[in-house]
């Protein structure tokens, strides 16, 4: 998938029959890779004391970025490098977690799951956008509620479908996709901060 917007998602469709054993018991198969995700991202599912006290520390890496950006027009490259693998990562995970690829996460390789956005040239961003584009992407927030409880339902008919038939309906798996993609624009607009462009609201 390729588009004019400077952040790139994509995910290869299987071409081959997915694991009916594997997704049976997906949420079970998962669980060592979810933890380890949570560690690496800072977000819980422990009681509300906890998780405040990790969301703020999840606020860490986000906050000074503005900052930076803002007072001394800089990005980082190890912050950028991180943001970007953390991302990656992130989506392998999710990708499982969707039934859309049945090969185990990787932490490192890319397997079938593809995003991409340049490391962004600080002077040529707002220095006063960073501060407000969370708050501007609020349009976005909402839209991605009702696309994530679409994709809830299709996730559930997809894990039917690959049970009988060993395959996932394309037409659902091109509308996940497309939340992903959608969530990932925003995610490198409002948070990684890679681009002032503002995300299409597209699936495409």
Excluded: C
């Excluded at 422990?46 to 803002?70: E, S």
């Excluded at 962004?120 to 009702?146: E, G, I, M, S, T």
């Amino acid at each position: 998938m390729v588009s004019s917007y400077p952040v790139q998602f994509d995910v290869d469709f299987p071409a081959r029959p997915l694991s009916r054993l594997t997704t049976a018991f997906r949420l079970l198969v998962a669980i060592p890779i979810v933890v380890l995700l949570t560690m690496l991202s800072g977000q819980t599912f422990q009681d509300d004391h906890n998780q405040r006290a990790l969301v703020v520390g999840g606020a860490a890496v986000f906050l000074p970025l503005v900052l930076m950006l803002v007072f001394r027009q800089k990005y980082p490259r190890w912050w950028f490098d991180w943001n970007l693998n953390l991302l990656r990562f992130s989506n392998r995970v999710t990708v499982y977690m969707a039934l859309l690829d049945d090969h185990y996460p990787s932490t490192d390789e890319e397997q079938s799951v593809h995003l991409d956005f340049a490391y962004p040239d600080a002077k040529q961003l707002n220095r006063w956008l960073p501060p407000v584009k969370w708050l501007l992407a609020v349009p976005h927030y909402v839209v991605l509620f009702f696309l994530w409880i679409g994709a809830a339902f299709a996730i559930i008919a997809a894990w039917f479908a690959i049970l009988f038939t060993g395959a996932y309906p394309q037409g659902l798996f091109r509308y996940v996709v497309g939340v992903l993609r959608w969530n990932n624009r925003v995610t490198a607009y409002a948070f990684t901060l890679v681009t002032d462009q503002y995300p299409p609201f597209s699936l495409s």
